[in-house]
């Protein structure tokens, strides 16, 4: 048992490979997502030789600001990480906090979701329209799904706004509408959310509600680009038509301090910041505004597994998230029972940090730039 407050010895950066159970094709703003990203991860490791680790985005911070501080120096159990420099390393900190104190994340956070997080299948994309010289059509949705099925996904998220870039409009529009019952007939009990990456305009975002009005969609992410308005004239046309469905916003570039109000004025029910970007110090502030207005959180986590994991901490831990999303993977290193949902639910148990052990060193590689 060492001191509750190590001294970090060393912050070592690596890669990690992350793979897709399938290659992921486009949504409606962009290409291929390929078959699974590289994932860059910082290990961190005390003088008495314990070691906290988690991923990091975007360019890595000055590791000699963190080497040789008191681990109480950078982050504070109540609160977080203490300084916006140390951010990037929100995740590791966050981990070896856990470690250091045989805590896990959820407990350090404040214990207020359930330690069963219901999780979405998020990898649901265009693959209908691929490969372009002959496309598989709405039954590889339909087998991605069940494969999903498989791997313990039981709600999904379609992509739709097939007519941003891919198809033409109408053509696009009604192969959406298309893909969403298909998938209600064969998923009955399914939760199922669509996200359009703001690929439709409110007049043609309407019209594919109405079309599929009979499927009782869970939540509607990102259906156009940001505007209060028409936030404002979809949730009416929403209360009016299908109270259930939330509104989820703020994944791509948020605003927060414009999308708070819109959320706060009932317009938004959900905001989806990113688990690695916004930040989990981020969220630990933000989140108790939120539960007080009566929006839900739900940060996004595409494209990497272990961006789940955290993401259903954050939710066992801060509360106020009704659902986390899912992203299909294998992690290099990593026990993939700890990454995969169970009949929908992701369960923590009470290990320390995020739970996750460190991968053994042949799955560490050099970070190649
Ligand atoms: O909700 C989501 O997971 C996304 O919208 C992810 C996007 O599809 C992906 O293109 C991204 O992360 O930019």
């Known amino acids: 048992m060492g001191t509750s407050d190590p001294r970090i010895r060393s912050v070592r950066l690596a890669q990690l490979d992350t793979r897709y159970p399938r290659t992921v094709g486009r949504n409606a703003r962009l290409g291929s997502h390929g078959s699974g990203p590289d994932s860059h991860v910082a290990v961190l490791v005390t003088e008495d030789g314990r070691t906290g680790w988690g991923l990091f985005e975007g ?63 998020g990898a649901i994309y265009f693959d209908d329209l691929d490969p372009q010289d002959a496309p598989r059509g709405i039954e590889v949705l339909l087998e991605e799904c069940r494969a999903d099925a498989g791997l313990g996904h039981r709600d999904f998220k379609l992509k739709i706004g097939r007519g941003n870039r891919w198809l033409p409009r109408d053509e696009g529009d009604v192969r959406d509408i298309e893909v969403t019952r298909a998938v209600r007939d064969a998923f009955p009990d399914a939760r199922i959310l669509v996200d359009a990456n703001d690929g439709y305009d409110l007049d043609g975002f309407v019209t594919y509600l109405e079309a599929v009005a009979d499927v009782g969609l869970f939540w509607v992410e990102e259906p156009f680009l940001d505007d209060a308005d028409d936030l404002a004239a979809l949730r009416a046309w929403l209360d009016a038509k299908s109270p259930e469905t939330r509104i989820a916003e703020g994944e791509t570039s948020p605003d927060v301090g414009a999308l708070l109000p819109v959320a706060a004025a009932g317009s938004i029910d959900v905001l989806l910041m990113d688990v690695l970007s916004y930040g989990l110090t981020a969220w630990r502030r933000l989140m108790p505004d939120l539960a007080a207005a009566g929006v839900h959180g739900s940060p996004h986590a595409w494209g990497r597994p272990l961006k789940t994991r955290y993401a259903a901490h954050l939710a066992a831990g801060l509360g106020n998230v009704e659902i986390v999303e899912g992203v299909p993977g294998d992690v290099a290193g990593v026990d993939p029972r700890l990454l995969r949902p169970v009949d929908g639910v992701l369960h923590l148990d009470g290990s320390p940090g995020f739970g996750v052990p460190l991968p053994d060193e042949a799955h560490l590689r050099k970070i190649v730039r």
């Open 59 to 121: 360019p890595p911070g000055d590791v000699a600001r963190v080497e040789g501080r008191l681990l109480s120096e950078l982050i504070d159990a109540g609160t977080g990480v203490l300084d916006d420099a140390d951010r990037w390393l929100d995740i590791a900190l966050h981990d070896l906090l856990g470690v250091v104190l045989d805590a896990p994340v959820h407990a350090l956070l404040g214990g207020r979701g359930s330690v069963d997080v219901p999780v979405y299948d």
